[in-house]
């Protein structure tokens, strides 16, 4: 696959990155691609190596390893390097419905498992895909391709996120008639407004859904299932209903000062922001603006990242990111080997483009809050933080303990709440009586996803919990596939 000596005889190559200054001054996505010649080259890096890994989508130690879509890496890079774009879309699109979101998005699993990584630089798979399909839009493969022959029968999707609009995408080219539904103004669910423009343009998610649409799936928004449309209507109206709808409650901070004005949940500050930018370039300023105030961000994942980059384009005064967790190691410890997903150091487009500006790193490790502290009239004025260490409790799980004498106040008008979900929100599961796990998610098996009501499906972080859109694609097409047998008593989905 590729040139058996491209890994040796090319360098590893990535888009080029507008300079943080640069792209601070806008929502813009800041990545200029590679030329087509340049992208064949880095096809030709990709090894005959035997066992791609790069391709497995396995969980080892709790993590994944390789593609959870199962992408067929080695064959479209082989067909990049040797110039058959229209075929390397074409294998491309077999295993993933929508590679102009994981091309962006996706943390790529499948590079940190690439053989040709043990010793050197891996091959770049994440801009290879991106390169194939957004080439492929812009010489016209991707058109409209509508079943065609209908069956009977129709499905309801709760949900627009990957996981839904893949599981849809599926059942569609299966001749179902399928309605989504999605509770926000418009399509995209966790794409639309929980990943910042400069992320993903949302230009590319309307391109995708306005091609669905044309595709025969219909689209109901500001339709909240439980709230605004009936479940038990839906229940009836339809031959199975699938329930994507994401993993939406956000992790709380219960800390004394609490109800201080000032303190948001990332997902609310983030949405305002898309959604202000999409209906009016900010100019309504109805958005939760950081713009000259001082942010704490608590959290340190991809979504504590987009409120540090997006605060920054707000121009906010100050920032500073708390992480309870330990930094990671530089590189790989013996105990995290690969074909491991690496648990290492790494500086994000957000911290890059803090360090830009201030010389250092935005995070705080090792710390928690102990209070938030306000005024009399109720608004937050400041932080009061410990450090921390992680040892072992009596049952050998690790906790953090309190460094005695570390407490430490922050001047902050501003908290962001960056710190995950957990579980479906009880009105939609109490609204089709579908039971849930221990830590409230629906509860349904994988590779089955059926609930314990015959009719009714789940995908994605609703049902596994808060995780990547890669596996949210995964889990969308796999529950096609039972829904499909469910219905028709057999699947031709792959």
């Given amino acids: 696959m590729g040139k058996p000596t491209g ?21 813009n996505e800041f990545v200029t691609p590679l030329s087509k010649e340049e992208q064949q080259v880095q096809g030709a890096r990709c090894m005959d190596c035997g066992i791609p890994f790069c391709q497995s989508g396995i969980m080892i130690n709790g993590m994944v390893s390789g593609c959870p879509v199962n992408n067929l890496i080695p064959e479209w890079n082989d067909l990049i390097y040797k110039g058959n774009w229209k075929k390397a879309i074409e294998r491309l699109l077999k295993t993933n419905n929508f590679p102009e979101f994981t091309g962006r998005v996706c943390p790529a699993p499948c590079e940190s498992a690439c053989t ?13 895909e991106r390169s194939i399909i957004e080439r492929a839009f812009e010489e016209g493969l991707i058109k409209p391709n509508p079943p065609k022959v209908r069956l009977d029968k129709n499905v309801a999707i709760i949900g627009s996120g990957p996981a839904g609009l893949a599981c849809a995408d ?20 966790l794409l639309m407004y929980g990943i910042p423009n400069m992320k993903l343009d949302k230009a590319v998610i309307d391109r995708r859904v306005n091609i669905m649409k044309e595709e025969g799936i219909s689209f109901v928004t500001n339709a909240n299932v439980g709230v605004n449309v009936d479940s038990k209507e839906l229940l009836e109206k339809y031959d199975s209903v699938v329930l994507a709808c994401g993993s939406s409650n956000p992790r709380d901070l219960k800390a004394k000062g609490r109800e201080f004005k000032g303190i948001h949940y990332a997902v609310d500050f983030l949405k305002s922001t898309t959604k202000s930018l999409l209906d009016s370039n900010l100019e309504d300023k109805n958005y939760i603006s950081a713009e000259g105030k001082d942010v704490i961000v608590i959290g340190g994942g991809d979504t504590g990242t987009d409120c540090v980059a997006t605060s920054l384009r707000h121009n906010c005064n100050s920032l500073v990111q708390f992480e309870i967790m330990g930094k990671q190691p530089e590189e790989r410890t013996d105990a995290n080997p690969w074909p491991q997903y690496p648990r290492i150091h790494k500086v994000d487009y957000g911290q890059e483009e803090f360090i830009d500006l201030n010389g250092k790193d935005p995070r705080e490790f090792l710390i928690t809050v102990k209070e938030f502290i306000g005024d009399e009239e ?10 921390v260490n992680w040892e072992k409790n009596e049952n050998g799980a690790f906790v953090p303990k309190e460094v005695e004498g570390s407490e430490k106040i922050w001047k902050a008008d501003m908290v962001l709440l960056a710190m995950g979900f957990v579980g479906a929100e009880k009105y939609v599961t109490d609204g089709f009586e579908v039971e849930t796990d221990g830590r409230t998610n ?53």
């Fill in 378 to 387: 109720g608004n937050l004025t400041a932080v009061k933080t410990v450090n």
């Fill in 442 to 494: 629906v509860n349904a098996q994988y590779g089955k996803f059926q609930t314990n009501v015959s009719k009714v499906f789940a995908c994605g972080d609703v049902r596994r919990g808060q995780s990547l859109v890669v596996w949210a694609i995964n889990e969308g097409r796999a529950c096609a596939r039972e829904v499909d047998k469910f219905l028709e008593g057999y699947t031709t989905l792959v």
């Fill in 7 to 27: 890994f040796l005889e090319y360098d590893r190559k990535v888009a080029a990155k507008k300079k943080p200054k640069e792209r601070l001054k806008d929502y």
């Fill in 116 to 128: 040709a990584g043990i010793n050197g630089p891996a091959i770049s798979i994440k801009e290879n």
């Fill in 170 to 189: 599926q059942l569609n080219k299966r001749g179902y008639n399928v309605t989504v539904y999605e509770r926000n103004d418009r399509v995209g669910g």
